[in-house]
T-cell receptor
Framework: AQKVTQAQTEISVVEKEDVTLDCVYE???????LFWYKQPPSGELVFLIR??????QNEISGRYSWNFQKSTSSFNFTITASQVVDSAVYFC???????????FGAGTQVVVTP | GAVVSQHPSWVICKSGTSVKIECRSL??????MFWYRQFPKQSLMLMAT?????????EQGVEKDKFLINHASLTLSTLTVTSAHPEDSSFYIC???????????FGNGTRLTVT
């Protein structure tokens, strides 16, 4: 069975602080995909990143960076120099292929105050 | 880029009525679409997989007679909440993969409130 755990329910930071969101996953598949999505208050899901299980390279995109560690089954997400617009719920998700049905984590609410 | 359109964005209905939600892939064909439900401050839970030309596959615990799914064409899947009750009030969101194996595209969701 697949499982995604986001232990942090809510994180509050002041603007310009860094924030790291934890994601731990469980799967028996050797090939799988990990994702992060952002859900602002309006509700839509905004795709942030996709990683396959064979690519453990960390990635940086602007203020966002991701740390994939297969040895600890973790795929953590860091927002550097947070901004108020980063306030949203962030979901980590897992699936067997890059297009199939997802197993979502519970989500982490990020609140950035000025 | 590829877009999934969901309609309506929000709907308020009275208890006992039925509500239809549409999910359209705008510039690609989707033989498969997925329907998720999200209760307030909770995660997204897969309800069913919609298959073009065949019956939908429902996740355990989801009543297929209550949540009717019809995938009538390669660009349209509909979810009908039949005899809606207040406990069906939720955020419903669909997703669809396009051909080039891109990440799943999600609709903007439908907020259903049953009074």
């Amino acid at each position: 069975a697949q499982k995604v755990t986001q232990a942090q329910t809510e994180i509050s930071v002041v603007e310009k602080e860094d924030v790291t969101l934890d994601c731990v996953y469980e799967t028996r598949d050797t090939t799988y995909y990990l994702f992060w999505y952002k859900q602002p208050p309006s509700g839509e899901l905004v795709f942030l990143i996709r990683r396959n299980s064979f690519d453990e390279q960390n990635e940086i995109s602007g203020r966002y960076s991701w740390n994939f560690q297969k040895s600890t089954s973790s795929f953590n997400f860091t927002i550097t120099a947070s901004q108020v617009v980063d306030s949203a719920v962030y979901f980590c998700a897992l699936n067997q292929n890059s297009w199939g049905k997802f197993q979502f984590g519970a989500g982490t609410q990020v609140v950035v105050t000025p | 880029g590829a877009v999934v359109s969901q309609h309506p964005s929000w709907v308020i209905c009275k208890s006992g009525t039925s509500v239809k939600i549409e999910c359209r892939s705008l510039d690609f064909q989707a033989t498969t679409m997925f329907w998720y439900r999200q209760f307030p401050k909770q995660s997204l839970m897969l309800m069913a997989t919609s298959n073009e030309g065949s019956k939908a596959t429902y996740e355990q615990g989801v009543e297929k007679d209550k949540f009717l799914i019809n995938h009538a064409s390669l660009t349209l899947s509909t979810l009908t909440v039949t005899s809606a009750h207040p406990e069906d009030s939720s955020f419903y969101i669909c997703s669809a993969p396009d051909r080039d194996n891109s990440p799943l595209h999600f609709g903007n969701g439908t907020r259903l409130t049953v009074t």
